[in-house]
């Protein structure tokens, strides 16, 4: 059993001043793998004085000296890859090669923003001014638990990009995972007090970095709600916020596309990370006309679809993180049911064979309409509701009908159609036609989705603040 009883400050693995103790539980087994201790306000308080006197030396560093930086965290991060992941399977509950894929996602963060960095204009030449793009100080940083290491690295490798100091709150129920990147970055060798880590509650040390005035800037991916809250607080100090929050991501299929393959890969990305992601295809727009043929389709691909042990090959679909969130999506079954939609596989309760763990069975509901509590809210886990259309026009309509405005996805034969329709959708990113991934195009959400993007240079930009200085090539008379 792990205990995690330090925190990373100035360099150092510290007791943390807090005192409450949360036990850290493996979602497949039920087991007690390990116990944390919970900083409190002191801690962030020690964690930020720490890390704004390192920007007064950091800020100044050049440019060869963060890529160095930047190379080392995603080095040591490879070099302790299998240590990674094992722990991130124990904890999260992630099928394995999930997590491997995750894994070198978060390390390849590092090397993109390393790129993104050399070849951004720091300084600029606008009409008679000169524009400097300065780093723009102590950054907090607040990360979920269903993707750690990348929601870490994500916002660290900008921040060191742009010359920022950081304090990182990541989530209580990651524990173990945060305890084994931080020895990465500390083995990195990065300057004490770049670089900070504070185990806690969101409402404890959450809100105190939040409301910290010599905090510059929070950066926090999480649920809506949360983000309403970080907003508001930070407000007071006038606080810069990137806010990457909830998604109920539309997947509209046109009437032209090839349904063999289109549902299955419909059924598959809303299913992803086992249901436990903002970006996910949770709600699926047919034809009307199609939708007998979808329902046999969507069918036959859940009843393919493993679910099991993290460590089992060809799991696809693993725990939820814990007893909360397993309550959570049963909730949202019942409600389905209860409101009148049609479930078409799935169900309430665990699936057969695994009584122990926090299982859901992947779940799919038909016949639901945008009045439908499944199909307004973002649910978290592996359900997944069937929405039909008559026209082009209403299937746009019911892709926008949403408070969130993130990720959507559009499958057709006629790629000038697909591209006219993508071009319609209210949200940050659109795939056509299949699942990719760009690590230097911005990530972000429209509407309640979100303030702000991540990645690339437009991330980048995130963290630095323009200083317009003009006279400066005016010689005194």
């Not at 390192?54 to 070099?79: C, G, N, P, W, Y």
């Amino acid at each position: 059993m792990r205990n995690i009883d330090r925190i990373y400050i100035n360099g150092k693995f510290v007791k943390p001043h807090g005192t409450e103790t949360m036990d850290l539980i493996n979602p497949a087994t039920e087991e007690v793998i390990g116990r944390v201790t919970l900083g409190d306000e002191q801690d962030i308080r020690d964690a930020v004085t720490a890390a704004k006197a390192a920007f007064k030396t950091f800020s100044a560093t050049t440019i060869e000296e963060r890529a160095r930086m930047l190379q080392r965290l995603h080095d040591v991060m490879m070099e302790k890859f299998d240590d990674l992941n094992q722990v991130a399977v124990e904890e999260y509950g992630a099928p394995a090669a999930a997590t491997a894929g995750r894994t070198r996602y978060a390390a390849a963060n590092f090397l993109h923003n390393m790129d993104v960095m050399k070849e951004f204009q720091f300084e600029k030449r606008i009409g008679k001014a000169k524009v400097a793009l300065e780093p723009l100080g102590v950054i907090g940083m607040i990360t979920p638990w269903n993707a750690n290491y990348t929601h870490i690295s994500t916002k660290l490798a900008p921040a060191i990009a742009a010359g920022c100091t950081v304090v990182i709150k990541a989530s209580e129920l990651s524990a173990i995972q945060t305890q084994e990147i931080t020895e990465c970055f500390h083995e990195a060798g990065i300057p004490a007090g770049v670089i900070n880590f504070v185990n806690g509650r969101g409402d404890v040390v959450g809100a105190e970095l939040t409301r910290h005035p010599d905090v510059a800037m929070i950066s926090f991916t999480g649920s809506t709600n949360v983000g309403r809250i970080i907003a508001r607080d930070g407000a007071a100090t006038m606080k810069r916020m990137v806010l990457e929050l909830g998604g109920k991501s539309p997947n509209v299929i046109l009437d032209d596309a090839d349904y063999a393959k289109a549902i299955p890969l419909a059924v598959m990305t809303a299913f992803s990370n086992s249901g436990q992601a903002c970006h996910v295809g949770s709600r699926l727009i047919i034809p009307e006309s199609r939708l007998e043929e979808v329902k046999q389709l969507v069918v036959k691909t859940v009843e393919g679809i493993k679910v099991g042990s993290p460590r089992e090959e060809g799991t696809f679909i693993g725990p939820m993180v814990n007893r909360k969130q397993y309550d959570t999506v049963q909730r949202y079954i019942r409600l389905g049911a209860e409101e009148g939609a049609e479930l078409i596989v799935g169900g309430p309760g665990r699936p057969e064979g695994l009584e122990t763990g926090y299982f859901v069975k992947p779940t799919v509901f038909a016949n639901v309409s945008m009045d439908m509590t499944i199909a307004k809210e973002e649910i978290f886990g592996p359900v997944l509701s069937i929405l039909t259309y008559k026209t082009e026009e209403e299937a746009i309509e019911i892709a926008n009908d949403t408070i969130y405005g993130l990720s959507a996805y559009v499958s057709s034969a006629d790629l000038a159609r697909a591209n006219r329709v993508a071009s319609r959708i209210v949200a940050g990113r659109v795939l056509i036609n299949g699942l990719y991934d760009e690590p230097k195009a911005p990530f972000g959400g429209f509407k309640q989705s979100g303030i702000g993007r991540e990645f690339g240079a437009y991330g980048l930009e995130a963290y630095v603040e323009p200083k317009t200085i003009m006279g400066h090539d005016v010689v005194p008379q």
